[in-house]
């Protein structure tokens, strides 16, 4: 079955810098990608997602990269600020269903 | 904006008990997911419902059922509730269709004392 995992479990930046949280899957076929952010005490916020046929997608101070030969996404975060301090979790969508296998998350700490 | 929403923040049952853990969502989706949230573990699948009626289990199903019988509202119950059980709940919806972002709930803090 399909595993993702994120590389660090926590990262701190300083406010105004830019962040980057990654994110890797394992199932080659995999073909849709979500990103979420979780503030505490609140369930996970929808960011952004990109399909397989697409490296490179961006929203308002946010951009996903994937790169499926390495089977890595990431997700980068413009002029961090205070209130980007959150759990960010990558999910990947299952073959041949709306199943996600999520990503045990990144903690953001953003430092003034 | 999506709005899922979950009847309780927190509740706390005693072992043995049925539990029943309401969703409403209000954007007319298909698609209703129960998870559940432990620390180091991510999100797990429970169940999910891709219409009324319908139910499909998740990943970890023991121990839990579910029931919709309106499109807007998805039901997990807890048959008889044991300790291993306290985590937070969360419900999802998602509209029809391949490659939809799923929408989340606040959440149920449920401890089983």
């Known amino acids: 079955g399909e595993s993702v995992g994120l590389h660090l479990p926590t990262l701190s930046v300083q406010e105004g810098d830019n962040s980057i949280i990654n994110c890797a899957y394992s199932n080659s076929a995999s073909d849709y990608f979500i990103w979420y952010k979780q503030e505490s005490g609140k369930g996970p916020q929808f960011i952004i997602d990109i399909r397989s046929n697409m490296d490179k997608r961006q929203g308002q101070r946010v951009t996903v990269l994937l790169n499926k030969t390495v089977k890595h996404l990431s997700l980068q975060i413009a002029a961090t600020q205070p209130g980007d301090s959150a759990v960010y979790f990558c999910?990947?969508?299952?073959?041949?269903?709306?199943?996600?296998?999520f990503g045990t998350g990144t903690q953001l700490k953003v430092e003034l | 904006d999506v709005k899922v929403t979950q009847s309780s923040r927190y509740l706390v049952k005693r072992t043995g008990e049925k539990v029943f853990l309401e969703c409403v969502q209000d954007?007319?989706?298909?698609?209703m997911f129960w998870y559940r949230q432990d620390p180091g573990l991510g999100l797990r699948l429970i169940y999910f419902?891709?219409?009324?009626?319908?139910?499909e289990k998740g990943d970890i199903p023991e121990g839990y059922s579910v029931s919709r019988e309106k499109k807007e509202r998805f039901s997990l119950i807890l048959e008889s509730a044991s300790t291993n059980q306290t985590s937070m709940y969360l419900c999802?919806?998602?509209?029809?269709?391949?490659?939809?972002?799923?929408?989340f709930g606040d959440g149920t803090r449920l401890s089983i004392l």
């Open positions: 999910a990947v969508l299952r073959g041949g269903g709306n199943k996600l296998t």
């Open positions: 419902s891709y219409d009324v009626k319908m139910k």
């Open positions: 954007m007319d989706h298909e698609n």
């Open positions: 999802a919806s998602s509209p029809e269709g391949w490659r939809q972002p799923q929408h």
